[in-house]
């Protein structure tokens, strides 16, 4: 894997595959809870790992299982679930007319 670049992006949609796999266990749980085949699953963490340059998956017999650096990227992925869904609730308050979030007016 390259090393990770200074100015990397990560795609949100491909951290959900990611949270969804350690919530699920499996490919195929994560691609039926997600709509998408095992091997659209597959493709997404596997791009994922190639933005990071960092393994996320590794065999488990027939089945993956989470790395350490996934695991790790998991503790942010869930703070920036988090921090995402409170600004989804001040955009939504602020649109029906209430007042800007504290410490950010």
Known sequence: MEPLSPAFIIDLRRLT???ELQRRGSLARTAEALRLTPSAVSQQLAALARE???PLTERDGRGVRLTGQARVLLTHADVIAAQLERARADLAAYGEGGP???GRR
């Open 17 to 19: 595959v990611l949270r």
């Open 52 to 54: 990071l340059g960092v």
């Open 100 to 102: 800007a979030p504290v």
